[in-house]
T-cell receptor, first 115, second 113 residues
Framework: NAGVTQTPKFRILKIGQSMTLQCTQD?????MYWYRQDPGMGLKLIYYSVGAGITDKGEVPNGYNVSRSTTEDFPLRLELAAPSQTSVYFC??????????????FGSGTRLTVV | GQNIDQPTEMTATEGAIVQINCTYQTSGFNGLFWYQQHAGEAPTFLSYNVLDGLEEKGRFSSFLSRSKGYSYLLLKELQMKDSASYLCAVRDRDSGGYQKVTFGTGTKLQVIP
């Protein structure tokens, strides 16, 4: 059982380049999320999805786009990369509803540097 | 919106007990989580509280007081491997009814011999 898988683990982009961060989960979770974590800061929600075909903006969506064509996959697209997007990106998934089972499962993260 | 406060750093001695506090303000509270995050790694789920009181899980316990907007994570018999950041996260319902989780900035705990 792989849980949440993110690729790539590391990437260096030049200003203005584009890339897609991949995220897939095999737990049949409805909810999926993208967070970014800057040094010494908490996790900031970029986008989230409550199911296939449904996405919505989080706290810091500017400069990013997402899609959710299947339950398993939730890719994050960066268009025209900027130095301010240098961060560690985490994908996570969860069941909806309450209870212990609603704790997030995180991927291992993608360290992105924009130069 | 939410406002979550927790201390930035704490230091404790191996074998001791440490309490990490978290205060929050939210209009539609629907649960509080604690996560552990080792340097360079992803957060891992530790505990969940939705009702007032203490939840115990081995060496870790988490307490919640909804009326005070307050939680703490208690770590007993500290081990060197407990050196990590501890993230407090609060779930509430937004205007669309979606349950959204907001994370605090984390408390970096250093365990010393």
């Amino acid at each position: 059982n792989a849980g949440v898988t993110q690729t790539p683990k590391f990437r260096i982009l030049k200003i203005g380049q584009s890339m897609t961060l991949q995220c897939t989960q095999d737990m049949n979770h409805n909810y999926m999320y993208w967070y970014r974590q800057d040094p010494g800061m908490g996790l900031k929600l970029i986008y989230y999805s409550v199911g296939a075909g449904i996405t919505d903006k989080g706290e810091v969506p500017n400069g990013y786009n997402v899609s959710r064509s299947t339950t398993e996959d939730f890719p994050l697209r960066l268009e025209l990369a900027a130095p301010s997007q240098t961060s560690v990106y985490f994908c996570a998934s969860s069941y909806p509803g309450g209870g212990v089972s609603n704790g997030y499962t995180f991927g291992s993260g993608t360290r992105l540097t924009v130069v | 919106g939410q406002n979550i406060d927790q201390p930035t750093e704490m230091t404790a001695t191996e074998g001791a007990i440490v309490q990490i506090n978290c205060t929050y303000q939210t209009s539609g509270f629907n649960g509080l989580f604690w996560y552990q995050q080792h340097a360079g790694e992803a957060p891992t789920f530790l505990s969940y509280n939705v009702l007032d009181g203490l939840e115990e899980k081995g060496r870790f316990s988490s307490f919640l007081s909804r009326s005070k907007g307050y939680s703490y994570l208690l770590l007993k018999e500290l081990q060197m491997k407990d050196s990590a950041s501890y993230l407090c996260a609060v779930r509430d319902r937004d205007s669309g009814g979606y349950q959204k989780v907001t994370f605090g900035t984390g408390t970096k705990l250093q365990v010393i011999p």
